[in-house]
């Protein structure tokens, strides 16, 4: 599988979990909506049930070392289509949790395989350091995703904030290479997570890089960026 699917690929928008502004139409146009794990259950069944949504319905967990095993169940149930789980280490932490959601869908009557697997990158440095492949950790790994802001934070370095300046911290630049080959190395798409761009200008820029540099698609931060990149 080629990893730069950007001209098949729609991007994904990325929420704090409060109910949407815009209109489902206009959701439809992301492959993706990514709300958050700790938001009130009945705001994700809100999001599940929206009348003609047709775009997947995620919710981004803690990561694994801090994940409620409570609020999983609690989440799995609200009609989500898969979850993203941030701070990923690496082969070992999707294993772990593929098995937490073979018990939780089992606990609640749930398909076996249902809920679906994106594995964030970024707030654990340690998982882009991690040696071991991909391939087959688990049938429900459907993409990874970069975030180079929860990166830049946890190593206390920048990101660019406006395309003119175009400066990307070199651990970055080393995390976005580690991801997209080892998406390749999974045959699964990568996705990267958009800086919080002050205008116009620096989020098609930042968009550009990504697909440049082989992601499939990107994860727009606000509602702002989402807008630009649809009419990108």
């Known amino acids: 599988m080629s990893v730069n699917?950007?001209?098949?690929?729609?991007p994904l928008l990325i929420t704090d979990?409060?109910?949407?502004?815009?209109?489902?139409?206009a959701l439809n146009a992301f492959s993706g909506v990514i709300t958050d794990i700790g938001c009130d259950a009945e705001i994700l069944r809100g999001?599940?049930?929206l009348a003609g949504r047709s775009f997947d319905l995620f919710a981004r967990a803690e990561p694994l070392?801090?994940?409620d095993e409570e609020a999983l169940n609690r989440i799995i149930v609200s009609g989500v289509?898969?979850?993203?789980?941030?701070?990923?280490?690496?082969?070992a932490d999707i294993q772990q949790f593929d098995v937490m959601l073979r018990v939780a869908e089992a606990t609640n009557g749930i398909a076996p395989n249902r809920i679906r697997i994106y594995a964030e990158y970024g707030s654990s440095p340690e998982g882009l350091l991690s040696p071991y492949p991909l391939t087959h950790a688990s049938p429900r790994l459907e993409a990874l995703v970069f975030n180079g802001a929860a990166l830049a934070k946890s190593l206390g370095c920048l990101e660019p904030t406006s395309a003119p300046h175009q400066r990307v911290a070199a651990p970055i630049l080393a995390g976005r290479s580690y991801v997209v080959l080892k998406a390749a190395e999974a045959g699964v798409p990568a996705y990267e997570v958009l800086p919080a761009c002050a205008d116009e200008a620096a989020t098609r820029w930042a968009q550009s890089l990504s697909l440049?540099?082989?992601?499939?698609?990107?994860v727009c931060s606000s509602i702002e960026q989402a807008v630009v990149v649809s009419v990108a």
């Open 5 to 10: 699917r950007s001209q098949t690929m729609n």
């Open 17 to 25: 979990g409060t109910p949407p502004t815009m209109d489902v139409l």
């Open 81 to 91: 289509d898969g979850i993203v789980l941030s701070g990923c280490r690496g082969r």
């Open 47 to 49: 999001w599940a049930r």
């Open 212 to 218: 440049d540099n082989g992601f499939a698609s990107v």
């Open 65 to 67: 070392e801090r994940l």
